[in-house]
């Protein structure tokens, strides 16, 4: 049996002072709060659950793998499981609304449409949903959309006896996820090619994201993650190219390079102690790499952070 929700947000690293919310709605998959009017303090942190905030006051600024996103009224954050939180900053006025959900239910919500969400998140790493502000009236259609929506899920959630509560909510949730990977896959810029991706394909390719995003140590070749989803290493690199247009090389360089970053933020490691954890027993090779993809040295390149 997998980590519940709890268990998950739990090995979050929060403040000694947080207090924690309560949820609206809790199962062994989802929470739900509807209003939140102060954050959590939240330590430098890799997710373990999907997050969904939409932001219905302020403003926010955080780092998702040390990239900067602003967050504004209106706007939806999307963490995806994975990735590492920090520099969390908060307007006085800043409240939210929240929605965490387990990989589990993602693929069970979203069924053989988990692509699309992996594609968006994790293919072009889109975080921060802006609202709609083409005109006044598609600004209402979506509000209604959502205060509809909300109405639903609060009948429900204050509804405790009714025998049916959690169904009823998963189905709910399948709407709004659907929702919302519709407006995502008109975003696509290639969508004529990832259109033509089959089904087994985008589920390989769903099953090798979910793989790197589970593995400590991400520095391996291809062939590493190809034998553990029993294919061959030029089947899962024509399938990555087939979904998403890019390379599996190219997807487990990028996770290695976020977890470099992360780490040499980490001050408390040194640089041998990083070199070990990601897989790199020679110390000058991993001096190397750091250089060709950050451009300067571990070393340096703290340095530049003003505590090397």
């Known amino acids: 049996m997998k980590d519940n929700i ?17 949820a609206d709605y809790l199962d062994e998959d989802i929470l739900f709060i509807e209003s939140l009017e102060r954050i959590p303090e939240v330590y430098e942190s890799k997710l373990y659950a999907n997050i969904l905030c939409f932001c219905t006051k302020g403003n926010l600024e955080v780092d998702i793998n040390a990239t900067h996103y602003s ?4 706007d939806t954050l999307v963490c995806p499981s994975g990735v590492t939180l920090s520099s969390i900053l908060v307007s006085p006025d800043f409240k939210f609304t929240i929605l965490a959900l387990t990989d589990r239910i993602m693929r069970e919500l979203l069924n053989m449409n988990l692509d699309v969400w992996n594609r968006a998140v994790y293919v072009r790493k889109e975080h921060v949903f802006r609202r709609n502000i083409c005109n006044n009236e598609v600004i209402q259609h ?7 929506f909300l109405a639903l899920l609060r009948n429900l959630m204050e509804n405790r ?3 049916f509560r959690r169904e009823m909510t998963h189905s709910l949730l399948t709407v709004a996820l659907l929702g919302f990977c519709a407006r995502l896959k008109e975003k696509e810029q290639d969508c004529e090619d990832t259109g033509k991706a089959s089904t ?6 769903n099953r090798f994201m979910e793989l790197l995003r ?12 190809a034998e553990r989803l029993y294919i061959s290493p030029k089947h899962l690199t024509f399938v990555c190219n087939n979904v998403s247009g890019k390379s599996a090389a190219h997807f487990i360089q990028a996770a290695v390079v976020e977890d470099l970053i992360r780490m040499l933020k980490d001050f408390s490691l040194s640089v041998k102690e990083i070199a070990h954890r990601m897989g790199f027993e020679n110390i000058s090779f991993f001096g190397k ?12 390149y703290r340095r530049r952070l003003g505590k090397g």
């Open 71 to 74: 967050v504004r009224e209106g």
């Open 6 to 22: 709890e268990q998950l947000l739990n090995r979050v690293e929060f403040g000694q002072t947080t207090e924690t919310p309560k």
């Open 142 to 148: 979506h509000k209604d959309m959502a205060d509809h």
């Open 200 to 205: 087994q394909a985008g589920s390989l390719f």
């Open 289 to 300: 790499y750091v250089k060709n993809h950050l451009g300067v040295s571990p070393n340096e």
């Open 214 to 225: 589970e593995e400590p140590m991400k520095h391996r070749p291809v062939y590493y993650y």
């Open 161 to 163: 006896e009714n025998p």
